[in-house]
């Protein structure tokens, strides 16, 4: 794939990105937030893989996606913020030509399996409230480990198209990139070609990587809601929402932005929305993530104490 994308770029062998200001002040306000929000984004994050892998109790299929989701935040912003970091602080603000179809690629494939993979803790929830009894036989570590492979394989496949698909028109200059990392809608604008297959491919992609997990994500919660309204006891139905809303809070702040950003046409982009956009799904939602599911999940606070010792029912 890189000596064809070489093959293709034509002059341009490095792009700038322009970010957020040139005010060297207001950059060093963005610097200080944007690195204690990758800070605890890390911590967070790496704190509930932690905890998932020390207390037997989280050793449940729920947990495993849970973990895997952290592990895929951590990689996402990974991906983006180091870069931009110092950007913010530094004048030369230029990325090579094979390190943005890196980025580009890898942040596609993150992206593009976590997506998914809020329909497969979707599924998850869905065995759980609709079939109790017979949810460890269905969820099984086997099934579990397969899905989040294909999710996995999956967003490596289709990232190769958006890169492909977008690296391999010509970039005779300007390189000027308006944003913060290499994404295809930003790079898109420089290119010195007739980008409408482009953005006709970017829609359908975006159809099948958006808005299908989001069918069936759709399709699991009207199950799931219509056995919750079948319980008779308030507690219980209070109980049986309380460990969805985590999961629709995420899916919520992910994909909403992700699904406004690649399903509108290149002519209608506005860069300064994009980049607002892409701070959304990219950093802030990796930064709540941990936030969501542990503030109100007894589980990860019982499993807190207990490794810090602080548990006082288990001594």
Known sequence: MQDLLWENHSSVSEFILLGFSRDSQINAILFTIFFFLYLLTLVGNGFIVTLIHLDSRLHTPMYFFLSVLSMLDMSYVTTTV??????????????????????????????ITEGWLFSVMAYDRYVAICYPLRYKVIMSPWLCGAMVVFCGLWGVSCSLIYTVFTMHLPYCGPSEINHFFCEVPAVLKLACADTSVNDQVDFILGFILLLVPLSF??????????????????????????????????????????????????ANASPERDKKLALFYN??????????????????????????GWDRSAK
């Open 82 to 111: 180091p870069q931009m970091l110092v950007h913010l602080v530094c004048q030369k603000k230029t990325i090579s030509y094979v390190r943005c179809v890196a980025q580009m690629f890898i942040f596609l494939v993150l992206g």
């Open 217 to 266: 994500i759709l399709a699991s919660y009207i199950r799931i809601f219509a056995t919750i309204l079948r319980i008779r006891s308030a507690r219980g139905q209070l109980k049986a929402f309380s460990t969805c809303a985590s999961h629709i809070t995420v899916v919520t702040v992910f994909c909403g932005p992700a699904m406004f950003m690649y399903m509108n046409p290149g």
């Open 283 to 308: 950093v802030i939602s990796a930064f709540l993530n941990p936030i969501i599911y542990s503030l109100r999940n007894k589980d990860v606070k019982r499993a807190f104490l207990k490794v810090t």
